[in-house]
């Protein structure tokens, strides 16, 4: 059987350290992690001399464009249409609420104004009512008066007698007549 392991690298004490510390980190034999490494560097086509690694660079800055151009896309698709709609929207929110306003501001200035006219006319016929109820109280009061002097005048007339003279008759006449007018 043929030993596969015919090659060897040379390198100086203090690459054998660091190189001893990455396979001991690693949890792995150097020689795995000396292959490991020229598959990664295979692979990736990676230049090991390239600390900052610009392939690595490239190729994040490439996909954040693609991110960037995917948003810019959904914007112009979805957000901006959306947004002037939802403009639209509140526009024609304001102009309903706006008209709403006036028409209902309208509306209770008229009712205030008939409010005000209907107050106008109970207040009329309350003091018309009252006038009435006066004038009741007052014929009450004047049947009252008027049945007293005619009870009065009743009591007198049935007082005289055959021999009462006329005079006495026409003084009870004028007395009565002067209480009827004083009413």
């Known amino acids: 059987m043929e030993d596969i392991n015919v090659r060897s690298v ?8 660091k190189f001893e510390k990455i ?7 150097k020689r795995q992690v000396f292959i490991q490494m020229v598959d990664y560097f295979y692979k990736s086509k990676k230049d090991p001399v ?9 190729t994040l800055l490439k996909n954040h464009q693609q ?6 896309t959904q914007e112009n698709m979805l957000l901006v249409p959306i ?17 709403f306003n006036t028409e209902v501001l309208q509306h209770n200035v008229d009712v205030l104004n008939n409010q005000h006219a209907q ?16 004038s009741q109280k007052s014929k009450e009061t004047l049947k009252t008066q008027f049945m007293s002097i005619l009870e ?14 006329g005079r006495e008759k026409d003084e009870l ?10 009413l």
């Open 152 to 165: 009065s005048y009743i009591r007198s007339r049935e007082a005289f007698t055959m021999m009462t003279s």
């Open 119 to 134: 107050a106008g006319v109970f207040s009329e016929i309350g003091r018309l009512m009252d006038v009435i109820a006066k």
């Open 10 to 17: 040379r390198y100086p004490v203090v690459v054998d350290q």
């Open 173 to 182: 006449i004028a007395m009565v007549k002067d209480q009827v007018r004083t």
């Open 67 to 72: 991110y960037i151009g995917f948003i810019k």
């Open 50 to 58: 390239d600390l900052n690694d610009e392939v690595l660079k490239n």
């Open 23 to 29: 396979a001991l980190k690693l949890g792995r034999t």
């Open 83 to 99: 947004k002037i709609l939802i403009d639209r929207i509140g526009e024609s929110q304001r102009q309903i609420i706006e008209r």
